[in-house]
């Protein structure tokens, strides 16, 4: 110390700027040592907050279908038998293990031991018949009531129940998603005020996450919704501690709340809403894959010129996909040229499909004897090719049906366009099919079923055979699709009717629109690729996290 007094300076300094680099050095290879040998893991911790333009209403699992905030609040807070992964593929949940019967008509599950309620209780077999019951039961206005009305269920044991078919349907394992209910709770409740239960804001499920809290207005409108994480959970204690729901009235306001650090994301935003938030370093933008379809569904009974067999097939490639999803969707979607998808089971794509090609159109319609006149549209036997479009009132359908609009008339086609609101769409159009083109959309599976939006049985409402298609061959390969347990062979069956579909042209298929989710990059371990449903994207959030730690590798 004494010699460090006597120094000039100048020498000072220099002996203080090399003790600086030491140390430095120093604490810069202890730092690389460190890091060298251990490695970051997720931490228990941290709050996620997520803004929804929705309000909630029936956080329950048999009442849940209707409405996106319902859905994705129930997912959260309930468990079903089943679930799926990042891929969409069908996992066991709360069942350990189950059987099917050769004939597909018995269905044998057993449940894990030890799951408990968020209250404490353990989850039985009686839980499940509840749920069941509760939904076969027209007093508790169950939307899923039709899928279980030929379904008996049975209790075996305390941990077993039994499903029985009367007719096999390879889809049966999906409906085991459903989360199921404690009876211990809801059979105090007398039906007739299902709907009108405290339970349906404030649950009790055996998800990873429980209900906490909520917030509301002077209105009685919710304005946030706190889940915590539920450290019982049978699968593993989820490594974000909490989950905060806040409510907004339309997509705008919820932008703004992002964009001003209320929510850490977003559940959906349209292509449009983005442009504010890509420039964003901290935020991600995930384009899960989901099975919705757009197209225009002719209803050859309500228009001249569209029972033509040449007129639908011609608009098949009159129709510039990609400059629709480019304009409508800002590229955020895929073209539709089948009631599948490339990401859906059973897709085929060995088939070929009607890309757009305008001079294969017009050649088309040429060699029928489709006359242009000197208005430019097309005529046959006296018979013009004119089209009305009706579509709902949403801004993404009435821009695609302009664009559908000059597309076809290019070919020849005088079309007018008709938007309606939804509820008008609905009751005068849709329900007594009253349309002879409608743009719109279906929501199918990842593993489809499209019995319900092709076959004959379904042309009238309440069935979704938007087309009206009534084919007997497409008929009889839908039928047998249901009962066939077999993947191959039900891969055949899929590709059987995709060609049927290539060559009647019951429909123009247009699109499928990414479903985006936005989320501060702060949030990891997010890895969802495709799912059935938006709510789905929840199905791992136990493996989501915000906080790390260091651990020896």
Do not use: C
């Not at 901290?282 to 040449?310: C, G, H, M, Q, W």
């Not at 757009?356 to 006359?371: P, Q, S, T, V």
């Amino acid at each position: 110390m004494h010699l460090f007094q006597v120094l000039r300076m100048k020498d000072k300094a220099l002996i203080s700027f090399f003790v600086v680099i030491g140390a430095g050095a120093l604490l810069f290879w202890i730092g690389a040592l460190y890091t060298a040998y251990t490695r970051s893991v997720p931490s228990v911790g941290g709050e996620y907050t997520e803004g929804v333009a929705a309000q909630p209403r029936y956080i329950n699992p048999i009442l849940s279908q209707t409405s996106e905030a319902d859905a994705n609040l129930e997912q959260l807070v309930y468990s079903g038998l089943f679930s799926y992964d990042a891929d969409g593929t069908l996992v066991k949940r709360m069942a350990s293990e189950y059987s099917i019967t050769d004939d597909g008509k018995l269905y044998t599950v057993t449940l894990r031991q030890g799951i408990q309620w968020h209250d404490g209780e353990e989850v039985t077999a009686d839980d499940v018949f509840y749920t069941v019951k509760a939904i076969q039961d027209p007093t508790y206005k169950s939307p899923l009531r039709s899928n279980w009305l030929s379904v008996d269920v049975a209790v075996v044991d305390r941990y077993t129940i039994t499903f029985s078919l009367k007719k096999a349907y390879f889809g049966f394992l999906e409906n085991l998603t459903l989360g199921i209910l404690p009876k211990h709770i809801w059979e105090k409740i007398a039906p007739e005020n299902f709907l009108l239960a405290d339970y349906n804001v404030a649950p009790i499920g055996s998800g990873p996450y429980r209900f906490f809290d909520s917030e509301k207005d002077s209105s009685g409108n919710m304005l946030s919704y706190e889940l915590r994480a539920f450290k019982e959970y049978f699968d593993g204690a989820p490594f974000i501690s909490k989950i905060i729901f806040h409510f907004y009235p339309d997509e705008a306001t919820l932008i703004d709340a992002y964009n001003r650090k209320e929510v850490l994301g977003i559940n959906s935003v349209m292509p449009k809403g983005l442009a504010d938030l890509e420039e964003r370093k901290s935020t991600r933008i995930y384009e899960i894959a989901i099975p919705r379809i757009f197209a225009v569904f002719f209803n050859v009974t309500k228009s001249v010129a569209l029972a033509n067999d040449e007129v639908r097939e011609a608009l098949a490639y009159a129709t510039d996909r990609e400059a629709i999803i480019r304009e409508v969707l800002l590229g955020k979607g895929q073209p539709a040229y089948s009631a599948f998808l490339p990401f859906m089971s059973g897709y085929a794509d060995d088939l070929a499909m009607p890309r757009f090609d305008n001079a294969k159109a017009n050649g088309i319609l040429d060699e029928k004897g489709w006359k242009k006149g000197d208005d430019g549209v097309r005529s046959k036997d006296g018979a013009p090719l004119e089209i009305e479009i009706m579509t709902p009132d949403w801004p993404e359908l009435a821009k695609t049906a302009d664009i559908l609009k000059s597309q076809w008339e290019q070919v020849g086609a005088r079309v007018t366009v008709t938007v309606l609101g939804v509820a008008d769409l609905q009751r005068d159009v849709i329900r007594p099919r009253e349309y002879g083109a409608l743009l719109f959309g279906e929501a199918a599976m990842l593993d489809s079923d499209p019995y319900s939006f092709w076959h004959s049985s379904q042309k009238n409402d309440p069935g979704l055979n938007l087309a009206l298609f009534d084919n007997k061959d497409a008929d009889d390969v839908l039928a047998t699709l249901r009962e066939e347990l077999d993947p191959e062979k039900r891969r055949e069956k899929y590709r059987a009717f995709q060609e049927i579909l290539s060559q009647k042209n019951p429909a123009v298929f247009l699109y499928s629109p990414s479903y985006l989710y936005v989320v501060n990059n702060a949030v990891k371990g997010i890895d969802v690729k495709s799912v059935s449903a938006p709510a789905f994207r929840f199905s791992n959030i136990k493996d989501w996290y915000i906080n790390t730690k260091r651990v020896k590798k």
